[in-house]
Structures are given as C-alpha cells and as structure tokens.
C-alpha cells in the first residue's frame, strides 16, 4: 500500500472530526498502525511510536496556541520524523568514499550519482571500479564516467580489488574518489574478507552500505552486519520511487544503530537527495515544501484568481465557472491536493488536480459553448442528450469529453459540499485565503524546515 496516501487518510480522518477526543485519538493510532505495518514497518516500532503517541497527546499539556487537532498532528508528525531517523549532512572536503552492498542494490549506479552530486557543487570526482567479479561491472561504470565527464580508474583483467584501489590512490589526485564494489548474494565470509582488503588499502573517510528500498525492513538487519564488519558512515537507500516499502528500510536502519545518508529516487544520476527525514515525511504528507507552498496560495489568491474559491464567511456554491477558475488556479498550485489534506479532507483526485493545457482549453470551449442556465446547474446538462450535443459540437468534443468534464465537477462539487460541512476545514481555509491562516499552517510545529 502507498504509504503516504495511507497516512494522510488516516489524518484527514482525525481533523475531519468534529472534535477530538479520546476515542478520537485512539482511533487514529489504531489507523497509524495499520497503515505502517502494512508498510513493512518493524511491529515493535509501530508499537513503541503509538505508545508514545498516546502518551503524548493525552497525557501532555498542549500549547496555547495550537488546537487539539493541530497538538495531535503535530505530535504524529514529530514522531513519524523520529521514527525514520536522523537528517544526514555529507562532508564536503577532500575524502574517500567506499561503496558496499549486496547484489543489484544500486552500488554501481549510486557511485555515479555521489560523483554527479560532488561534481555539480564545483568539486572533482575520480570513479574507482573495483568489482573484479561481474565482467560488465567496469563498463558500466566506466560509462557512466564518461556520461557525466569525471575521471576513471581501473586495471583492466585485474582479479584483485585491491591492487585496483592501491594503484587507484598511487595516480588520483581528485577532491572527492570514489570506489564502487562488488556485489554478493549474501553477507558472508568471502564478501567480508575483500571488504576488509579494500578497506586496509584505502582508508575510507566514508563508507556507505547501499541498500535498495524495497528490501523493506530487512534493510536493519544488512545494516547491522555490514556495520559489525566495516564501520559504515550510512547507508543509501536506493530505488525509492518506486517501492512502497521504502518507509519500512528507512525506520528499520534507523533502528539498527546506522543512519540513512542519502536517498536514490530514480535511474538517472540527478535522482539522488541528501536524506532529511523531516523532507521525507512532509513529502508522505503532501506538504514537501508547506512554507513555499504557502507562499504560492497567498500569491494566487492575491492575483484573484482563487477569489471564487470561497473569501468572505461563506464558501460559494461551486458552479461549472467557478469550478473551471478552480482548475486553472490548481494547475498553478501543483500539490494543492497534499493542502487539502492537510486541512483535514481526504485527497483530491489527481486527474482533478493534474490537468493538461489542452484539456483546460477544451473546458473553456464547452464551457463558452453553454448556455447561463446551464452554468448555473450542471444537472440541466447530465441528463439532457440534446444540450450534450450542442455543447460537444460548439467545442469540437466528442459527447464523451464533456461527459468526463461533468464527471469530474461532479466529484468535486461533491467534496466541495463536504468542505462546506466542515466548520474546522472551512474556517482553516478562509484564515489561508485571507493570508493570515499560513501562519496557523505553520505553526504545526516540524513541517516547516
Ligand atoms: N528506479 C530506480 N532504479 C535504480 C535506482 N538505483 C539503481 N537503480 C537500478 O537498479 C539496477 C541495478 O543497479 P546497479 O547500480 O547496477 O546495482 P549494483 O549494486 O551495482 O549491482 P551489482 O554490481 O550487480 O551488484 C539498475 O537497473 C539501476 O538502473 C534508483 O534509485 N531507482
Ligand atoms: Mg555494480
């Protein structure tokens, strides 16, 4: 299951309560644990973090100036933050860096992302292949030298990673080098051994244990091993684009004593972050950036174009015309959907979020093409072929294009009149509409950086 869709369900549940209380929140924890189990989180830690949840939340005094909703968050948030680890800063002198990991981890790949990362911040990089077992591990890397123009070392048809890394130093003079290793289908003995080999030779400044996300949270126990047998500085966790069990390896390396140091977010070599683990649950909230994001609203809904979306006390009835001003203030917006859950409602579709320019011209066509009436009611339009009609052929659409359109207002004018019901959600909204909301936004404590 998605991780972060779970976990903002479970939040929207709580503020979209009436109040809290203890039942509330007891509710929500059970919800938490559900959602990070399923994540391939550690049991005893989900436990040990609803523990502390509870204990937190009813048993603490909460600040003045938050609600109980927003104590409550705040505490989750915190705790979430906790449990996926310390933010990592790499160093940015002159060092060696070793790369270890089992099979297919994303050793070799990574080795070029650490190049490209240290390149671009004005440095220079030397790629050391020291995987004597695969025969294509050298090109591999040798390609991805060449691809973002650093410099290259190996002896070709060595078997000995070792006199690879010594003849490595006797010639590299680079700010930053780095020696990418074999892999190996087990942490064992042999594996050990040419870590240790190398490891003498070079005398790494930092060596990282590079570990694919979705090993889950098995990903502590490599952590644990590779640490016992070369002092690992931290660990990559790779491919976390892709694999809903990213949450578990990153809590459970956190727990092994290690801590995670950067995070790989793709194939290409700029797919590659430093970790910050206060970024990495913001993002699984939705609210990656929440102070920029604020900062944007405050921006659109100055320029007006969000004025229809509810100023004053009351939100307006949502009409075709204000739902189209909706769509292209969204598409300005981006990630408007994670705003929406953090304000207590569920996620807003993304095909109602992410619409493409030449779909929001279309809609500006049927919507010129229909009558006053009709702007003012949608059902006039829902069961009426004829108008269907009329309206598909003054935008040059097809009858099933302005079908989805309805579809689409439908569904939100619908979430639109589940805002509207909730007094917390609305008043939320209209103090962010009003600008003076973002501060109470970001007064939920951790979220902002
Ligand atoms: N989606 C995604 N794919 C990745 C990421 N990192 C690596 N990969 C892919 O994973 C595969 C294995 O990556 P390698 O870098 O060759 O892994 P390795 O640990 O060097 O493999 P061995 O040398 O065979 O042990 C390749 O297809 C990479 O493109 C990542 O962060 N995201
Ligand atoms: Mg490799």
Redesign the pocket.
């Given at each position: 299951m998605d991780l972060g869709k779970g976990l903002r369900e479970t939040l929207a549940k709580l503020t979209n309560r009436p109040y809290v209380d203890e039942d509330a929140v007891r509710a929500m924890i059970k919800d938490l644990q559900r959602v990070l189990i399923s994540s391939d989180v550690n049991v005893k830690l989900v436990f040990e973090l609803s523990k502390r949840i509870e204990e937190k939340t009813l048993k603490t005094e909460k600040i003045a100036a938050l609600s109980l909703k927003e104590h409550v968050m705040k505490i989750v948030f915190d705790e979430l933050v906790a449990l996926m680890g310390k933010s990592y800063s790499p160093r940015l002198d002159k060092h060696k860096i070793l790369l270890c990991?089992?099979?297919?981890?994303?050793?070799?790949?990574?080795a070029g992302k650490i190049a490209y990362f240290y390149k671009s911040r004005g440095m220079s990089v030397g790629l050391v292949g020291a995987?004597v077992d695969?025969p294509a591990?050298q090109e591999?890397l040798e390609q991805i030298a060449k691809q973002i123009n650093v410099r290259y070392y190996t002896i070709k048809g060595e078997r000995s990673a070792r006199r690879i890394v010594e003849d490595a130093l006797a010639k590299s003079n680079e700010d930053i080098l780095i020696i990418?290793s074999?892999?190996r289908s087990a942490f064992d003995g042999e594996l050990v051994q040419e870590l240790k080999e190398i490891n003498d030779e070079l005398k790494p400044d930092e060596t990282y244990l590079?570990i694919s996300g979705d090993v889950g949270q098995v990903a502590g126990k490599q952590a644990e091993e590779f640490n016992r047998a070369v002092k690992l500085s931290g660990v990559i966790a790779?491919?976390?684009?892709?694999s809903g069990k990213g949450g578990g390896a990153l809590s459970a390396v956190a727990a092994s004593g290690t801590n995670v140091a950067f995070i790989?977010?793709?194939?290409k070599m700029d797919?590659f972050e430093i970790y910050d683990s206060t970024r990495f649950v913001g993002r699984l909230l939705g609210v990656p950036d929440i102070a920029g994001l604020m900062e944007k609203v405050k921006k659109i809904s100055e320029e007006h174009d969000m004025k229809k979306f509810g100023t004053g006390t009351e939100l307006e009835e949502l009409t075709i015309e204000t739902f189209y001003e909706q769509l292209k203030a969204a598409k300005k917006l981006g990630p408007l959907s994670g705003v929406f859950s953090m304000l207590g409602a569920a996620d807003v579709p993304k095909e109602i979020v992410q619409q493409s320019e030449g779909k929001l011209k279309k809609y500006e066509a049927m919507i010129n093409s229909m009558t006053k009436a009709e702007k003012k009611d949608a059902g006039l339009l829902r069961k009426n072929r004829t108008r269907l009609e009329r309206v598909a052929k003054g935008s040059g659409c097809d009858i099933k294009d302005v079908r989805e359109f309805l579809s689409q207002f439908e569904k939100m004018h619908k979430m639109m009149n589940m805002f509207k019901k909730n007094r917390g959600f609305r008043k939320q909204m209209e103090r962010m509409m009003q600008g003076g909301g973002i501060e109470g936004l970001k007064n939920l404590g951790g979220m902002t950086k």
């Amino acid at each position: 299951m998605d991780l972060g869709k779970g976990l903002r369900e479970t939040l929207a549940k709580l503020t979209n309560r009436p109040y809290v209380d203890e039942d509330a929140v007891r509710a929500m924890i059970k919800d938490l644990q559900r959602v990070l189990i399923s994540s391939d989180v550690n049991v005893k830690l989900v436990f040990e973090l609803s523990k502390r949840i509870e204990e937190k939340t009813l048993k603490t005094e909460k600040i003045a100036a938050l609600s109980l909703k927003e104590h409550v968050m705040k505490i989750v948030f915190d705790e979430l933050v906790a449990l996926m680890g310390k933010s990592y800063s790499p160093r940015l002198d002159k060092h060696k860096i070793l790369l270890c990991g089992l099979f297919g981890s994303g050793k070799t790949t990574s080795a070029g992302k650490i190049a490209y990362f240290y390149k671009s911040r004005g440095m220079s990089v030397g790629l050391v292949g020291a995987d004597v077992d695969r025969p294509a591990a050298q090109e591999q890397l040798e390609q991805i030298a060449k691809q973002i123009n650093v410099r290259y070392y190996t002896i070709k048809g060595e078997r000995s990673a070792r006199r690879i890394v010594e003849d490595a130093l006797a010639k590299s003079n680079e700010d930053i080098l780095i020696i990418d290793s074999a892999g190996r289908s087990a942490f064992d003995g042999e594996l050990v051994q040419e870590l240790k080999e190398i490891n003498d030779e070079l005398k790494p400044d930092e060596t990282y244990l590079v570990i694919s996300g979705d090993v889950g949270q098995v990903a502590g126990k490599q952590a644990e091993e590779f640490n016992r047998a070369v002092k690992l500085s931290g660990v990559i966790a790779t491919k976390m684009d892709g694999s809903g069990k990213g949450g578990g390896a990153l809590s459970a390396v956190a727990a092994s004593g290690t801590n995670v140091a950067f995070i790989g977010t793709g194939e290409k070599m700029d797919d590659f972050e430093i970790y910050d683990s206060t970024r990495f649950v913001g993002r699984l909230l939705g609210v990656p950036d929440i102070a920029g994001l604020m900062e944007k609203v405050k921006k659109i809904s100055e320029e007006h174009d969000m004025k229809k979306f509810g100023t004053g006390t009351e939100l307006e009835e949502l009409t075709i015309e204000t739902f189209y001003e909706q769509l292209k203030a969204a598409k300005k917006l981006g990630p408007l959907s994670g705003v929406f859950s953090m304000l207590g409602a569920a996620d807003v579709p993304k095909e109602i979020v992410q619409q493409s320019e030449g779909k929001l011209k279309k809609y500006e066509a049927m919507i010129n093409s229909m009558t006053k009436a009709e702007k003012k009611d949608a059902g006039l339009l829902r069961k009426n072929r004829t108008r269907l009609e009329r309206v598909a052929k003054g935008s040059g659409c097809d009858i099933k294009d302005v079908r989805e359109f309805l579809s689409q207002f439908e569904k939100m004018h619908k979430m639109m009149n589940m805002f509207k019901k909730n007094r917390g959600f609305r008043k939320q909204m209209e103090r962010m509409m009003q600008g003076g909301g973002i501060e109470g936004l970001k007064n939920l404590g951790g979220m902002t950086k």
